[in-house]
C-alpha cells in the first residue's frame, strides 16, 4: 500500500527499461493532475469541481487525495463520482447522525463502522491499482509522522486511513503501520500529483478562509447550544442513549464547546499552516479556491451547497486553466533541414 519512489515503471518513470520500438505519441495536452485537500464536509466542493472540469473537457490523468479529497477523487478516479453525488445531497441532519457510532474505547469518538460499510457496499474490494485512472491517498503514521502515499491495496482502506482524522476516528492499521488523517503532513498534496507524473497539477484547497469561524455545525450558529434536559423518568437507556450522547459531544454546552469543536478546530488552525507553507514551497499550476469556511466540518447536510460553491470557483479558473494548458502543452521537435 505504500508509494515508493524507486523502480517506478508506468507513466514513463526512471525504473523502465530501454526499448526498441518506435515512441508513443505525444499527447496534445499535458498530463494533468488534481490535488484534493482535507476540510470534511465543505470537501463536497470537489464533487463540482470535477463535474465542471469534465464539461469542459479536462478530465485529470493522476488524482491525488488528502482526507474527504480521498474519499471524492477516488470515487471519480473508480467511475463512482454519480453515488457519491446522489449519496451527498441526499444528507440530512437526521440522517448524519446515522453515521456517527459513537464509540469511547476505539481511539475516536466516532466509530467509522457505518461510514465505512457505507462505501464498501458501493466500492466493494476494488483496489486503487485496478483504476483506470492513476491515483493515491496520503495518510500520516502514528509515531513516526511519516508521509505515507497509498497507492495500492483496497480502495475504502486507503480512503479510510486518509480521512482518519485524530480523536475522531480511530487510527487505520494498514501493513504494519496505523494511519491516521493525510491532512496533518500534506493537507493539499501538490507534490505527490507532480511525483506520480502530473505536468500540470490543479489544487483545490476548500479550507482558503476558514481562520476566525466555527468549523463544527457552522450552520447553526446563530442558535444558542442545546441544553441537557433529562427526560423525566425514562431510566438509564435514555439518559445514556445515543442522542443524549451525541448531543453532548457534538454541541457542548452553553459555557464551552465540545470536545470535537475544540480538537477540529485546533486541527484546523494546525492544518491551515502547514497548507500554507507546503504551498508556498510547490504551488500548482492552478489554484481553485472554493470560499466554505461558513460551512462546519460536520455539516454534511449541506451538501449541496458545497458542491454549488466549487462549480462556481472552478467556472471563473477555466481560462487560466486553458492557459496553463497551453503553455505547459508538449512542443513539437524542431525540424532539421536534411544535409547534402
Given at each position: 500500500?505504500?508509494?515508493?519512489?524507486?523502480?517506478?515503471?508506468?507513466?514513463?518513470?526512471?525504473?523502465?527499461?530501454?526499448?526498441?520500438?518506435?515512441?508513443?505519441?505525444?499527447?496534445?495536452?499535458?498530463?494533468?493532475?488534481?490535488?484534493?485537500?482535507?476540510?470534511?464536509?465543505?470537501?463536497?466542493?470537489?464533487?463540482?469541481?470535477?463535474?465542471?472540469?469534465?464539461?469542459?473537457?479536462?478530465?485529470?490523468?493522476?488524482?491525488?487525495?488528502?482526507?474527504?479529497?480521498?474519499?471524492?477523487?477516488?470515487?471519480?478516479?473508480?467511475?463512482?463520482?454519480?453515488?457519491?453525488e446522489e449519496w451527498a445531497r441526499g444528507l440530512t441532519k437526521r440522517s448524519i447522525l446515522g453515521y456517527l457510532?459513537?464509540?469511547?474505547?476505539?481511539?475516536g469518538l466516532i466509530g467509522g463502522g457505518k461510514l465505512a460499510s457505507r462505501l464498501q457496499e458501493k466500492l466493494?474490494?476494488?483496489?486503487?491499482?485496478?483504476?483506470?485512472?492513476?491515483?493515491?491517498?496520503?495518510?500520516?503514521?502514528?509515531?513516526?509522522?511519516?508521509?505515507?502515499?497509498?497507492?495500492?491495496?483496497?480502495?475504502?482502506?486507503?480512503?479510510?486511513?486518509?480521512?482518519?482524522?485524530?480523536?475522531?476516528?480511530?487510527?487505520?492499521?494498514?501493513?504494519?503501520?496505523?494511519?491516521?488523517?493525510?491532512?496533518?503532513?500534506?493537507?493539499?498534496?501538490?507534490?505527490?500529483?507532480?511525483?506520480?507524473?502530473?505536468?500540470?497539477?490543479?489544487?483545490?484547497?476548500?479550507?482558503?478562509?476558514?481562520?476566525?469561524?466555527?468549523?463544527?455545525?457552522?450552520?447553526?450558529?446563530?442558535?444558542?447550544?442545546?441544553?441537557?434536559?433529562?427526560?423525566?423518568?425514562?431510566?438509564?437507556?435514555?439518559?445514556?442513549?445515543?442522542?443524549?450522547?451525541?448531543?453532548?459531544?457534538?454541541?457542548?454546552?452553553?459555557?464551552?464547546?465540545?470536545?470535537?469543536?475544540?480538537?477540529?478546530?485546533?486541527?484546523?488552525?494546525?492544518?491551515?499552516?502547514?497548507?500554507?507553507?507546503?504551498?508556498?514551497?510547490?504551488?500548482?499550476?492552478?489554484?481553485?479556491?472554493?470560499?466554505?469556511?461558513?460551512?462546519?466540518?460536520?455539516?454534511?447536510?449541506?451538501?449541496?451547497?458545497?458542491?454549488?460553491?466549487?462549480?462556481?470557483?472552478?467556472?471563473?479558473?477555466?481560462?487560466?486553466?486553458?492557459?496553463?494548458v497551453a503553455a505547459l502543452a508538449p512542443r513539437p521537435a524542431p525540424v532539421t533541414p536534411a544535409v547534402r
Open positions: 500500500m505504500v508509494f515508493n519512489g524507486e523502480g517506478r515503471g508506468r507513466y514513463g518513470d526512471r525504473g523502465a527499461k530501454a526499448t526498441s520500438e518506435a515512441p508513443e505519441r505525444r499527447s496534445e495536452r499535458p498530463s494533468i493532475g488534481l490535488a484534493l485537500g482535507g476540510g470534511g464536509a465543505r470537501g463536497f466542493a470537489h464533487i463540482g469541481v470535477i463535474r465542471t472540469l469534465l464539461a469542459h473537457g479536462i478530465e485529470p490523468d493522476i488524482i491525488v487525495g488528502t482526507s474527504i479529497g480521498a474519499v471524492v477523487g477516488g470515487c471519480h478516479a473508480a467511475g463512482r463520482l454519480d453515488i457519491i457510532d459513537i464509540s469511547l474505547t476505539g481511539g466493494g474490494n476494488t483496489s486503487i491499482e485496478a483504476l483506470p485512472t492513476r491515483f493515491a491517498t496520503i495518510a500520516t503514521e502514528v509515531g513516526t509522522g511519516h508521509e505515507i502515499w497509498l497507492t495500492r491495496g483496497r480502495l475504502v482502506d486507503a480512503m479510510r486511513a486518509s480521512y482518519a482524522l485524530p480523536g475522531i476516528f480511530p487510527p487505520v492499521y494498514l501493513d504494519g503501520r496505523w494511519l491516521v488523517d493525510g491532512a496533518l503532513v500534506n493537507p493539499v498534496p501538490v507534490s505527490a500529483a507532480r511525483v506520480l507524473g502530473a505536468r500540470l497539477v490543479i489544487a483545490v484547497n476548500v479550507n482558503s478562509d476558514i481562520l476566525g469561524r466555527s468549523m463544527i455545525m457552522a450552520g447553526a450558529s446563530a442558535d444558542p447550544p442545546l441544553e441537557d434536559h433529562t427526560p423525566e423518568r425514562r431510566g438509564l437507556r435514555t439518559l445514556f442513549g445515543t442522542e443524549n450522547l451525541l448531543r453532548r459531544q457534538f454541541v457542548g454546552g452553553t459555557r464551552r464547546p465540545g470536545i470535537p469543536t475544540v480538537m477540529v478546530d485546533a486541527f484546523n488552525i494546525m492544518q491551515d499552516r502547514i497548507a500554507r507553507a507546503r504551498l508556498a514551497g510547490d504551488p500548482p499550476d492552478v489554484m481553485v479556491n472554493p470560499r466554505l469556511g461558513h460551512v462546519g466540518w460536520f455539516d454534511f447536510h449541506r451538501a449541496q451547497e458545497a458542491i454549488e460553491v466549487g462549480a462556481r470557483v472552478t467556472e471563473r479558473a477555466l481560462e487560466e486553466i486553458g492557459e496553463a
